[in-house]
């Protein structure tokens, strides 16, 4: 595509920790990111944790002038946090919330209010049809004992999946955000591998910013060195992620990120470090299928072998996270049979007076009310969580069939690798159809 040459486009993504009366400082760092955002030329601000609708609103406002296109996804009890800024009108905008994103009880970490989710933006860009994606996967707390990493790998697969059906027709796709995930994480790998999506800072030309592209580092004023433990200077678990199209080629040129505080202010934007990648846009030449046919179908069995351990791996996790399921279900049952055995005991107790024909209750009547109370309460509280460790097992559950469907569609390919499919491994796709990490290589 002719058009498609030499076109740039700018990309900034940051984690606001714009929670409300309890971040530090936040009108104060949501002013400061709107005036840096003027000056600066992005073409696509991505932006997590803008909790409030009014911040986002703000921000809207602001950036009228800039940004003339935005829009700010709804979801949950208090809102996914997901915004989009963009000199470029949006067509199109779509939201995928995930089947599970930790627990209703675990109030202090407030996941699961927060109703985490991704988001899709159709841009034109050039004439090129731009699929951006924002998302926020489950926080993680431990890293030595990870009660939601089942939750976070199917967070990521669903992801994956959301990506891959919904990006057939484009030329460009970009996803930005938290990932809540180290580069090497199970989740991460099963993301970049089934959708083909690259990583800027690993693929950037030229780099700008915190070592080893870290964006929760130790110097950040509000981070505690005890959130980092046992990575004392910092980790890396925000990203800009891109990949081209069968017509589109695209490169990281550049990729800078923010190093604690900001030059002239007494605090950073946020506890998180911003991301900006320049991406680089030219057409595609179609390659001809040549003599290097044999090294083509070796590097897509390779490719293949290895999505199926990490697929794998991630249905050993989901699994782990069955059984755990199971079992507080189990409990939950078991503490409910305990308050209804409870309350038929005070059924019991109060009804022998009215037996003996007019004796007098032993009991105080307020005893009666607080047992029954309290019964009431646990019969309330384990059925509700009964309720909810189902719905998260029946999610669990549809992700390790999904994954078990995968792994076997992965192995019949294998197996046909190199007699069965030698025509298969080397096919175009069809117009409009971008290939995944299931698919033959180009």
Not at 45 to 64: F, H, N, P, T
Not at 71 to 82: A, E, P, R
Not at 296 to 311: F, M, N, P, R, T
Not at 336 to 359: D, K, S, T, Y
């Amino acid at each position: 595509m002719a058009n498609a040459d030499h076109v740039s486009v700018k990309v900034f993504s940051l984690n606001c920790w714009g929670i409300r009366f309890l971040s530090k400082h936040c009108p104060q760092r949501y002013r400061m990111l709107g005036e840096m955002l003027c000056k600066e030329e992005h073409d696509v601000v991505l932006l997590q944790e803008v909790w409030s609708e009014k911040d986002y609103l703000y921000l809207k406002k602001k950036l009228a002038g800039c940004h003339p296109h935005s829009h700010y996804f709804k979801s949950g009890v208090i809102g996914s946090g997901l915004a989009i800024f963009t000199k470029h009108r949006i067509h199109d905008t779509f939201l995928y919330r995930y089947s599970l994103n930790g627990y209703p009880y675990m109030a202090h970490h407030g996941d699961w209010f927060g109703g985490k989710a991704v988001g899709m933006a159709v841009l034109n860009i050039n004439n090129l049809m731009a699929n951006i994606y924002i998302t926020h996967l489950h926080a993680e707390y431990s890293r030595e004992k990870d009660s939601y990493l089942p939750h976070r790998v199917v967070q990521a697969w669903e992801l994956q999946q959301f990506v891959r059906h919904t990006s057939a027709g484009a030329d460009l796709i970009i996803l930005g955000g938290d990932l809540n995930m180290h580069p090497q994480d199970l989740g991460n790998r099963l993301l970049m591998s089934y959708t083909g999506l690259r990583d800027s800072y690993l693929e950037t030309a030229q780099f700008d910013g915190c070592e080893d592209g870290m964006t929760l580092i130790a110097d950040n004023p509000f981070i505690s060195k005890k959130e980092l433990a046992p990575f004392e200077k910092g980790i890396r678990i925000d990203y800009i992620l891109f990949k081209g199209s069968s017509r589109t080629d695209i490169l990281c040129d550049f990729m800078s990120t923010t190093k604690g505080f900001v030059p002239g202010h007494p605090f950073p934007y946020s506890d998180h470090e911003a991301l900006t990648a320049h991406l680089m846009l030219k057409s595609r030449i179609p390659a001809e299928v040549g003599s290097d046919q044999p090294k083509a179908q070796e590097s897509h069995a390779g490719k293949l072998a290895e999505l199926v351990d990490i697929l794998t791996e991630a249905r050993t996790e989901v699994k782990v996270g069955l059984h755990c399921a199971e079992r507080m279900r189990y409990t939950a049952a078991r503490t409910g049979v305990m308050g209804l055995a409870l309350l038929f005991l005070e059924l019991a107790i109060a009804a022998v007076p009215w037996l003996a024909l007019g004796a007098e209750q032993p009991f105080p009547r307020i005893s009666f009310y607080l047992l029954a109370s309290l019964c009431f309460a646990i019969l309330l509280t384990t059925f509700l969580l009964y309720v909810f460790y189902t719905m998260e097992l029946k999610s669990l559950q549809g992700a390790e069939d999904q994954m078990r469907l995968a792994v076997s569609s992965l192995q019949e390919k294998l197996r046909g690798f190199p007699v069965a499919q030698p025509h298969n491994a080397l096919r175009r796709p069809p117009e409009g159809h971008e290939p995944s990490a299931l698919d033959p290589e180009e």
